[in-house]
């Protein structure tokens, strides 16, 4: 059961992203006014905002697909779910990190509760090694 819940889970946590993907390439607005990525305090002096939309459009799709992989690994009882996901929450995690627009201000607009789920994920599974699956 933990499994399905588990797979479950990162597959859906993957999907979120999806979220803010639509929120960069400026096919919807997560909330009116939300800007996002722009003003990114890594890229967007360095490559300008629009630029800097489609790399974290294209990069918010990389991370998808590898928590959608590792929740489907998990599912299928796959021994290498492991790396994947630890692979693909640290990636999410710099992604957010360097699209953060460098003000303490409205953080859970620029994936701040994604980033802190993926760090409570990445202690469970690295620090506390669960969960443990028999396969």
Known sequence: ????????????????HLL?????????????????????????MLLGNDLTRAVASLSLV???IGLAI??????????????V??????FSSILYI??????I??????G???LLINIAILIAVLVFRWPRFSF
């Open 105 to 110: 201000e409205q953080l859970h607009n620029q």
């Open 98 to 103: 360097a699209m953060w627009n460098g003000r």
């Open 62 to 64: 990389v991370a998808t």
């Open 1 to 16: 059961m933990l499994r399905y819940i588990a797979g479950g889970f990162l597959i859906l946590h993957g999907l979120v």
């Open 85 to 90: 996901v630890v692979g693909s929450l640290i």
């Open 20 to 44: 803010y993907f639509g929120q960069s390439w400026r096919i919807f607005q997560l909330q009116p006014g939300l800007l996002w990525p722009d003003g990114s305090w890594v890229f967007s």
């Open 70 to 83: 590792g929740g489907v690994a998990i599912l299928l009882g796959q021994a290498w779910w492991q790396s």
């Open 112 to 114: 701040g509760i994604g």
